[in-house]
């Protein structure tokens, strides 16, 4: 329900991750502050940080990994330049429905900043529809909206992505663009051409694929004894080992040892996913069960705390 110009406000960039960058380094400068809900995927604070700027990370582990108004508020000061928004979110599949959304939309159009929305996942999301913070008065403004096509296409080695912004934020994101890329590769712009033109509802059985596999998932791990919040979208699990008493990576790395097993450590995205473990269903069916039987033996030797 937004649209932008092409020719002023689209980007075409080396994947999400040079959209990222581009974005931080043209609003962030020295002493800035930027605000992340964490546990959050690794690839913004070093970004912020080599930009001179301050990350600030709001722990949304005890509120079942959800961002609220009310939480982020405090984390707001007089020098706050950047919010990042990571939803639909990795590592916990968080998706924040059109009532947080519009909480934290009425909050953050009253003040000074702007806002990173990275909605990479945005069509892996198992919900009828998808709610962007863009769609909310005094937000398309002050928003850079970055996409791409690794998820919803599994197009993650061709490194393709997309920055959407307003044309007086956009003019300037294109100057830091163009003297560290010059441009996205040619050959990859014509498959990404290829997918956004004959391939737009591509996405739509592996959704299906990964709603099938996180329901399975979720039933294992809670009848093995794992706490875990349902994820709402993209295709990971992000379930609690505190039960048993070890940190996450002593867990990831016996899990590792003993079964073959791999999974992430919670603390891979920040100290506060410290009690997590983050499993990906990006694998076929039959490994993904074995994976699971095999992570139920390694706990059912840890034993019942």
Known sequence: GVSYDPASEVIATIGATQALDIAFRTLLTEGSEVVIPAPVYPGYEPVARLCGAKVLLVDTSRHRFRLSAAWLEPYLTPRTRLVVLPYPANPTGTVLNRAELSELAALLSQREVFVVSDEIYSELVFSESYTSIVQFPGMRERTVLVQGLSKSHAM????????????????????????????????????ALEALTHGLDDPAPMRETYRRRRDLACARLQAMGCEVVPPEGTFYVFPSIRRWGMNALAFATRLLQEEHVAVLPGTAFSRFGEGFIRLSLAVPDDLLEEALTRMERFVRRLGTP
């Open 156 to 191: 993650t080695g061709w490194r393709i992505g997309f920055v959407l912004a307003p044309r007086a934020l956009a003019q300037h994101m294109l100057k830091v663009h163009q003297y560290s890329a010059l441009c996205a590769p040619v050959a990859t712009q014509y498959a």
